[in-house]
């Protein structure tokens, strides 16, 4: 079983920055694609964004594209999103996940997931 951790939400003022990490660790798996979600409170969870694996292709909700930056070190297992120019809307618990699958539509084609990180922007 493979164990995802996040790291690096806490409460942050406007405008300001976060680095969110994701370790993996345990039983490797051929992943084809990693993301971050997020889920705000009331609402259900969204995409945020992914890269693919296999030639570091990025995606991004049109939402935070320009502001965040997803991106992984392979050597550490690791993934993360650099988050800038935060904005209160951004405050959500969020997740990341990766996936056995090449082709992603949904969250639902996401195998392992960790456990969450808070974000909190205040205005």
């Known amino acids: 079983q493979v164990r995802l951790v996040e790291s690096g939400g806490g409460l942050v003022q406007a405008g300001g920055s976060l680095r969110l990490s994701c370790v993996a660790s345990g039983r490797a798996f051929t992943y084809y694609n990693s993301a971050w979600f997020r889920q705000a409170p009331g609402l259900e969870r969204e995409f945020v964004a992914r890269i693919r694996l296999s030639d570091g292709r990025t995606y991004y909700a049109d939402s935070v594209k320009g502001r965040f930056t997803i991106s992984g070190d392979n050597a550490k297992n690791t993934l993360y999103l650099q988050m800038n120019s935060l904005k209160p809307e951004d405050t959500a618990v969020y997740y990341c996940?990766?996936?056995?699958?090449?082709?992603?539509?949904?969250?639902?084609?996401?195998?392992?997931w960790g456990q969450g990180t808070q974000v909190t922007v205040s205005s």
């Open positions: 996940a990766f996936s056995t699958r090449d082709y992603v539509p949904d969250d639902k084609a996401y195998n392992d």
